[in-house]
C-alpha cells in the first residue's frame, strides 16, 4: 500500500524551529518529486516548498523564503522541511504529497498521493 506519512508536528513559540518529516512507504521516494503544502483554517491549501529527485528544490511561498529549508535523504526514504523563525501565521497543518514528474509544482492538483498532515501551531 502506498503511504506518506507525516510527523513532527506541534506547539512552537515564535521564533522557534520544527524538523518535519515525510515518511513514504511502498514506494521509494528516489525518483519522484515530493512538495510540502499548508492549509490554515479558512483558507485554500498553498504550496510551500518542493524538491525534485535532483535534489533540488524550490520555495512557492515567500512568506517561507529564508526560513525554511526543504531536503531529502533517500536511503530513509524520507523528505524533510525544517522551518526556522517561526511566526503565528505558519500555523496551519502541513501536507507532503507525491507527484510523478521531474519537475516541482505548487499547485495542489498537480500531486497524487497525500500524507494525513501534522499540525503546526505557533503560539506563546
Known amino acids: 500500500q502506498l503511504q506518506l506519512v507525516e510527523s513532527g508536528g506541534g506547539l512552537v513559540q515564535p521564533g522557534g524551529s520544527l524538523r518535519l518529516s515525510c515518511a513514504a512507504s511502498?514506494?521509494?521516494?528516489?525518483?519522484?518529486?515530493i512538495g510540502w503544502f499548508r492549509q490554515a483554517p479558512g483558507k485554500e491549501r498553498e504550496g510551500v516548498s518542493c524538491?525534485?529527485?535532483?535534489?533540488?528544490?524550490?520555495n512557492y511561498a515567500d512568506s517561507v523564503k529564508g526560513r525554511f529549508t526543504i531536503s531529502r535523504d533517500n536511503a530513509k526514504n524520507t523528505v524533510y522541511l525544517q522551518m526556522n523563525s517561526l511566526k503565528p501565521e505558519d500555523t496551519a497543518v502541513y501536507y507532503c504529497?507525491?507527484?510523478?514528474?521531474?519537475?516541482?509544482?505548487?499547485?495542489?492538483?498537480?500531486?497524487?498521493?497525500w500524507g494525513q498532515g501534522t499540525q503546526v501551531t505557533v503560539s506563546s
Open positions: 511502498g514506494f521509494t521516494l528516489d525518483y519522484l518529486t
Open positions: 504529497a507525491q507527484r510523478r514528474s521531474y519537475y516541482c509544482s505548487g499547485f495542489v492538483r498537480d500531486y497524487d498521493y
Open positions: 524538491i525534485m529527485s535532483s535534489g533540488g528544490s524550490i
